[in-house]
């Protein structure tokens, strides 16, 4: 074993002495020569050996600092800080395996070094050697209590491993250590924005770039907050902001593109796409919304929808092949990002391009979830949903059925969004367990200790959580209804929950999940509220000649195809005017641009669009409208509740699918059917007689008025999805045991 060098020169002395002081005040290249003078008395003097390795790396010559602490641990393996500074230099290399035995050899030298044993416990992390990982950590705080980076690590270790709560705690202890500490707000945050708290992710986010204001992922987190606060312009410049001080960040770019697609300017995310994708071509992030962004909120023409529904197909099929038996990871990180929200909006029979998209998402997933209960115990019900508050979700179809599950059933509902009022507290009340404030495995873990026997989605396509959720098979039974009404395609969704008369005959071929037909309009509507209803139509920027058609569904309705039904109702109606409600600035535009070219220069006499309006605001402009114009696509729901409410006449063409029926389903409820169209040429008909003729308006607001109290408190849905629900049960558990349900 070789014995140490001993050295016994005051020239050398006085040069590393001299070395020291130069390398701590930054100036290198004295140093350097300091160092190099000591080693041209001893070529194999330890001490100068390291020092000079560390100011080689330092200027970036990492090759010939590794040589020299190899050669500085060859000489003297007792040197505890030429093996620490080699396994340092190695593991800032990215070469964790290779720096563990010099890291390993310096804490059993040094054991009271708490630098030392930081990075011993960050090497052996990044090696995936979580325990030993944890104790090199521990041992680094044991030795200095305030010793902050060690914390941080330890800390992002658990946060990795999903034990959340101690990773919070461990970064609050941080920030009360040292306030201004950035990976530890950002780190914090992030877990806050896991824990669907974005308001008070913000907040760490703000912290973390007020010390570092070039640190790029706190940039892009704090967008990714805002997002979700619903404060897009101002995510767009912190996405923006990430990936101009880190050119390479693509995350940063995909999520600059994702907030553009949002606010409907697909171009200009295609282009930040397509510019990511010359620094990352293989990132599946890029892959994945590319294939998103073929999507577009509001199409230019019927050409242009055919050609984005292509051009989505084979980007679907694409990733398909590319995430076949790949890194879920991978995967359910791309779910996170965007789903393909907008595809039911083309009106077309997606069942084919949803299974693909399904298949896709439940790459890997389990294949069966069994629960055990006592003889007489009560089934336990789920409801999982980011939308349990006052939302057109938590309206239809959630509230309706509360109270009835509520009674039936041990009930949970699992929220995974974060916006919090009354009717949260209805929901939390109504529930024998409300879960909230979890991550997604939080949540799943939540959701199999719960040991649920049916799991419900009232929507799977709407709030990415809830979709990597309906992606896994967490319980027997597990059913999607329609707050987005079209298949989820999802192989681990076994039942549709939707409306009878909102069906058409064939309806059960739309759908990969199989079809329940519930009674009615399969939930019960509350009565609506009553208010004054006094507006007058200068609030809106309307003539009292006017002939109002209100037109505010959500703009992706629209499609190019009905254009010319405006233009035709225009046509036999002088004073005709269309009210549409903006929605995301290139959304709006698109639109106006489209209907500009159907009416030409009547353009601004025919068409106005009005800002967003408050709830109370949105109503009174019902009581100044003469007919509201369904959507012949996809019919309005919430929203010809709302004018039904109003006893204001809606004109509808029922379609092929049930997303297009449901207005048609309303009027069938109330047993009236003066307004339901045959055919385009009908639904013109109808309009202009509303628009020409004001006592047979009149005498239809009359009837409206009359029936509409039969849409409301019908308690034959909820009790008929208790009927189902323990027949679904009982039918899984026969199949479970061989025998036919």
Request: glycine share 6%; charged share 25%.
């Amino acid at each position: 074993m070789p014995v140490p060098p001993s050295y016994d020169d005051e020239r050398v002395d006085a040069l590393l002495a001299r070395g020291r002081r130069l390398h701590r005040v930054g100036d290198l290249d004295a140093a350097a020569r300091c160092y190099r003078d000591a080693l041209e008395q001893h070529a194999d003097h330890v001490d100068a050996l390291q020092l000079y390795a560390l100011v080689l790396y330092r200027q970036g010559h990492t090759d010939e600092a590794v040589s020299r602490l190899r050669r500085a641990v060859a000489v003297d393996p007792h040197h505890a800080m030429a093996h620490a500074s080699l396994g340092q230099v190695l593991q800032d290399a990215g070469r964790d395996e290779a720096a563990l035995p010099y890291l390993e050899r310096a804490a059993v030298l040094r054991g009271d070094n708490p630098a030392v044993f930081n990075a011993l416990g960050l090497s052996r992390m990044r090696t995936g050697d979580a325990p030993a990982a944890r104790l090199a950590f521990d041992r680094a705080i044991e030795l200095a209590p305030g010793n902050v980076e060690a914390r941080v690590n330890r800390a992002n270790l658990d946060r990795l491993a999903g034990r959340l709560d101690d990773a919070r705690a461990q970064y609050e202890h941080c920030i009360e250590i040292a306030p201004g500490h950035a990976e530890a707000h950002n780190n914090l945050g992030v877990i806050l924005q896991q824990r669907q708290r974005p308001a008070a992710a913000v907040a760490h986010f703000k912290a973390a770039i007020a010390t570092r204001s070039g640190y790029a992922e706190a940039h892009n987190n704090l967008g990714a907050a805002l997002n979700d606060l619903g404060d897009a312009s101002r995510a767009l410049a912190a996405f923006r902001r990430a990936a101009e001080l880190a050119p390479g960040f693509v995350e940063a770019r995909v999520n600059a593109a994702i907030a553009l697609m949002l606010a409907a300017r697909h171009e200009d995310a295609r282009r930040i796409l397509d510019s990511a994708g010359e620094l990352a071509t293989g990132d599946p992030a890029i892959a994945w919304s590319r294939c998103m962004a073929a999507l577009e909120t509001v199409y230019a023409s019927e050409a242009h929808l055919a050609d984005a529904r292509q051009v989505y197909g084979c980007r679907l099929a694409a990733l398909s092949a590319r995430f076949k038996g790949g890194d879920t990871h991978d995967l359910s990180r791309c779910i996170a990002l965007i789903q393909p929200f907008l595809l039911p909006y083309q009106g077309e029979d997606d069942r084919v391009l949803q299974t693909l998209y399904g298949d896709l998402l439940c790459t890997g997933a389990d294949a069966s979830a069994r629960v055990s209960r006592s003889a007489g115990e009560r089934l336990r019900v789920g409801i999982v949903s980011g939308f349990f508050f006052d939302h057109s979700n938590w309206k239809v179809p959630i509230s309706g059925w509360l109270p009835c599950l509520a009674r039936a059933f041990e009930l949970h509902g699992f929220y995974t969004g974060s916006r919090q009022d009354h009717c949260t507290a209805k929901a939390r009340n109504a529930c024998h367990r409300f879960h909230t404030g979890l991550s997604v495995e939080e949540m799943a873990a939540a959701i199999g200790d719960a040991r649920i026997d049916v799991l419900i989605y009232p929507e799977v396509g709407m709030n990415p959580a809830t979709t990597r959720l309906a992606a896994r098979r967490l319980a027997p039974v597990q059913c999607v209804s329609w707050g987005h009404p079209a298949t989820s395609g999802l192989p681990t969704l076994d039942y549709f929950l939707s409306s009878e008369l909102m069906e058409p005959e064939d309806g059960d071929s739309h759908y990969r999940e199989r079809l329940v037909r519930l009674p009615g309009l399969s939930f019960a509507c509350e009565t609506p509220a009553a208010d004054s209803g006094n507006a007058k139509r200068s609030e809106f920027g309307l003539a009292p000649d006017d002939v109002v058609y209100l037109c505010v569904q959500n703009l992706s309705k629209y499609l190019p195809r009905h254009d010319l039904l405006f233009a035709d109702i225009a046509g036999r109606v002088d004073a005709a005017r269309f009210v549409f409600i903006e929605g995301a600035p290139g959304a709006t535009d698109a639109l106006r641009r489209r209907l500009r070219h159907v009416f030409g220069a009547c353009f601004d006499r025919r068409v106005v669009f009005l800002p967003r309006l408050a709830r109370s605001r949105f109503l009174s402009l019902h009581d100044v409208a003469d007919a509201a114009l369904d959507t012949p696509s996809w019919s309005g729901c919430n929203s010809s509740l709302d004018a039904l409410s109003r006893d204001l006449p809606v004109v509808t063409l029922p379609g092929r699918f049930m997303r297009s029926r449901h207005t048609f389903a309303f009027y069938r409820k109330m047993d009236y059917d003066t307004l339901i169209a045959r055919d385009e040429a009908d639904y013109v008909d109808c309009a202009v007689r509303l628009g020409q003729d004001a006592e047979w308006r009149a005498a239809q607001r009359r009837v409206i008025a009359d029936r509409r109290h039969r849409l409301y408190h019908d308690d034959r849905p909820a009790h008929a999805l208790v009927e189902f629900i323990e027949q679904a049960v009982r039918d899984g558990a026969q199949r479970v045991d061989g025998a036919a349900p």
